[in-house]
Structure formats: C-alpha cells, structure tokens
C-alpha cells in the first residue's frame, strides 16, 4: 500500500500492509486505516500518524470489504470467500465470531459471496 500527499499528489513510501491488499476501511477518529487483504485472509491497522502496520487481525478468505458501526469501535470484514462478515473489535484487535450466509442481523442479511458492507445508524 502506498500513501499519497494529496496536497502536493506525491506517493509516499509503501507501506508493508499485507498479501494483496484489496480495500481500505478508515477508522471513525481518522487515526487508524485497516487494509483488507485478499490473498493474506487479514485485516492489517495502519497507524496514519506513523504509517506503521500493525498485527494483522485474522478473517475469513478474501475480505473484500468492510464498514464501521455509527459511533462504535467495531469493523465488519465481508469475507467473498467464506460467505460472512467478521466483527472486529478494535480496540483489542481481536475478531469475532464471523457472521455467515443467512445471518439476519437487524436488518441486515449476509448473503453468499459478499462484496461490500453497508451499515446505518
């Protein structure tokens, strides 16, 4: 992953941020970027103060995409090759119990193969 100066449009210096890295998730506060990777089947918090990576939190294969709860610390990662979503706590970077196919949780559903997550207040 490469940051980019959007000010002056100048590519920073890459960032170690995991095996094929498919999307970015920002966190609510602005200080921390969690990178999906695809191949790796991690989630990777970068620190954007520092541009360090930090430990990367296991989910299931493929995370594809992921969003934050209104106001709360928690990161859903839709994993296309599980069939879920994996609630991550981030505070501790530590995953839940992942959500899979058929879940209703109110009033969402996790269908097959996921490709994006979308959460209201």
Not at 2 to 31: E, F, Q, S, V
Not at 66 to 87: E, M, N, Q, W
Not at 95 to 117: E, K, S
Request: positive net charge; hydrophobic residues 40%; charged residues 15%.
């Amino acid at each position: 992953m490469t940051p980019i100066a959007t000010a002056t449009n100048r590519a920073g210096r890459p960032i170690p941020a995991g095996r094929d890295p498919r999307a970015i998730a920002m966190a609510p506060d602005g200080r921390t970027a969690y990178v999906l990777n695809w191949l790796g089947a991690t989630v990777t918090p970068i620190a954007t103060l520092t541009n360090r990576p930090g430990r990367p939190i296991r989910v299931g294969p493929f995370p594809v995409a992921a969003a934050f709860r209104p106001g709360a610390r928690t990161l859903y990662a839709a994993s296309f090759g599980a069939d879920s979503v994996t609630p991550i706590d981030t505070a501790t970077g530590r995953p839940g119990r992942p959500l899979p196919a058929g879940y209703v949780f109110p009033p969402t559903t996790v269908g097959a193969f996921p490709t994006a997550v979308a959460i209201t207040a």
